[in-house]
T-cell receptor, first 115, second 113 residues
Framework: EPEVTQTPSHQVTQMGQEVILRCVPI?????FYWYRQILGQKVEFLVS????????KSEIFDDQFSVERPDGSNFTLKIRSTKLEDSAMYFC?????????????FGDGTRLSIL | AQKITQTQPGMFVQEKEAVTLDCTYD???????LFWYKQPSSGEMIFLIY??????QNATEGRYSLNFQKARKSANLVISASQLGDSAMYFC??????????FGSGTRLSIRP
């Protein structure tokens, strides 16, 4: 069964450094998402992306965050200058349609630790 | 705005018993989907089951079933014949005609042998 792939599985970064989290969505999917889960808390929506542009973003997704689809397969989340509070599990998800009856398929996540 | 409420932060169940995980939701959109995801200790999010707002019958998927009561805005997950491997965090989630999914705070299910 096709799956969403995320790399790396664990990233350790010094505060203030830039970090790029990578995702390869399911190949025929058109809608892409990033979510964040701080340890012990619920999963929070960050951003959705369709047709090479952001379609929706949450208040968490401030100017320090950006997303990009640099080629036909990768979808990246960049955090420009990391803060301690950016430590979390980051999930990439994709779906083939943006309708309510379609589940989003999640990757296994990247655990980001900011020191 | 959407809101998902899971009132059981943790549950303990004996192996082979059935368990019900509670979920209530609030959305103003008439068309929406309700989902349950399982998150084992390894961290990945596993899609379990889906219920559409216009579906007449409750969704079932193997040992999982969704008790959908639209008037009460509840979408409880029922796991029959629980197994040790069912021990995990379970999240109820809602997606309306906009694209994002909103998650509840989760229920940690522990299965006792």
């Amino acid at each position: 069964e096709p799956e969403v792939t995320q790399t790396p599985s664990h990233q350790v970064t010094q505060m203030g450094q830039e970090v790029i989290l990578r995702c390869v969505p399911i190949s025929n999917h058109l809608y892409f998402y990033w979510y964040r889960q701080i340890l012990g808390q619920k999963v929070e929506f960050l951003v959705s992306f369709y047709n090479n542009e952001i379609s929706e973003k949450s208040e968490i997704f401030d100017d320090q965050f950006s997303v990009e689809r640099p080629d036909g397969s990768n979808f990246t989340l960049k955090i420009r200058s990391t803060k301690l509070e950016d430590s979390a599990m980051y999930f990439c998800a994709s779906s083939d349609r943006a309708v309510s009856n379609q589940p989003q398929h999640f990757g296994d996540g990247t655990r980001l630790s900011i020191l | 705005a959407q809101k998902i409420t899971q009132t059981q932060p943790g549950m303990f169940v004996q192996e082979k018993e059935a368990v019900t995980l509670d979920c209530t939701y609030d959305t103003s959109d008439p068309s929406y989907g309700l989902f349950w995801y399982k998150q084992p200790s390894s961290g990945e999010m596993i899609f379990l089951i889906y219920q559409g707002s216009y579906d007449q019958q409750n969704a079932t998927e193997g040992r999982y079933s969704l008790n959908f009561q639209k008037a009460r805005k509840s979408a409880n997950l029922v796991i029959s014949a629980s197994q040790l491997g069912d021990s995990a965090m379970y999240f109820c989630a809602c997606r309306d005609s906009a694209s994002k999914i909103i998650f509840g705070s989760g229920t940690r299910l522990s299965i006792r042998p």
